[in-house]
């Protein structure tokens, strides 16, 4: 839907469809091309609107990433209630963010880039932590330590977005995986990890099939 309107806009939902065309173009285009032009010419409002939203570029892509990551972290959380056992919590966390790569081709490249490292952009800065805490804590949980634990985290959300790439960059789908099948493979994946690492033998993990 497009925000359009004779005279004064409604502020609070023009923004939103600012933050919306955002996430588009960074998922099209990247974040080294994005253009705080192209999402005005997108959403269809002079290139000024923006500005009366947000003070820069850097604070329009500050907003959308905030967004993907509190969006990732709303998904995780929802997967993870629906399982009770800790280490298919965990193993459903880590589909989740193969999933929204796959979903929305964005993901901690653009989540956690240091681009966006301003302390002044509290808001993202809290999402990343949440986001974070969101997995690490789960893997404490089947962990012995935390340095374990930070060491698994690493592990996992590598594969989480391996998997997604390859689906993305076209190796799965030649191979005739579709995005579920992905998903799936990344889950069970990530199982095997998180069971070796409960033993206290991560060796035994055998690496991913990519």
Same mark, same amino acid.
């Given at each position: ?9 409604? @502020? ?8 919306? !065309? ?11 091309? %994005? ?28 907003? =959308? ?31 989740? @963010? ?13 989540? %956690? ?11 993202? @800065? ?8 969101? !997995? ?7 962990? =012995? ?20 790439? %390859? %689906? ?21 994946? =990530? ?20």
């Amino acid at each position: 839907m497009i925000y359009r309107m004779p005279g004064n806009y409604h @502020h609070r939902d023009l923004r939103a469809e600012l933050v919306r !065309v955002a996430l588009e173009l960074i998922a099209e285009s990247g974040m080294s091309a %994005f253009s705080v032009a192209e999402v005005a010419r997108r959403a269809k409002v002079s290139t000024a609107a923006p500005y009366r939203h947000f003070p820069d570029r850097t604070a329009l892509l500050a907003t =959308a990433v905030t967004t993907a990551a509190e969006r990732l972290r709303g998904l995780v959380e929802s997967a993870a209630a629906a399982e009770t056992d800790p280490v298919e919590q965990l193993a459903v966390t880590v589909a989740m @963010h193969t999933r929204f790569l796959i979903d929305t081709r964005i993901g901690t490249q653009v989540i %956690f880039t240091a681009d966006l490292g301003d302390p002044k952009y509290t808001e993202l @800065h809290e999402a990343r932590r949440a986001l974070i805490d969101a !997995v690490l804590t789960r893997c404490s949980a089947v962990t =012995a330590d935390m340095a374990t634990a930070l060491e698994l985290l690493e592990q996992l959300n590598t594969q989480a977005f391996g998997y997604g790439e %390859f %689906f993305l960059n076209g190796v799965y789908q030649r191979t005739g995986y579709p995005a579920e099948q992905v998903v799936a493979k990344s889950r069970r994946a =990530a199982r095997i990890v998180i069971e070796a690492y409960r033993r206290g033998d991560p060796s035994t993990a055998p690496a991913p099939s990519w």
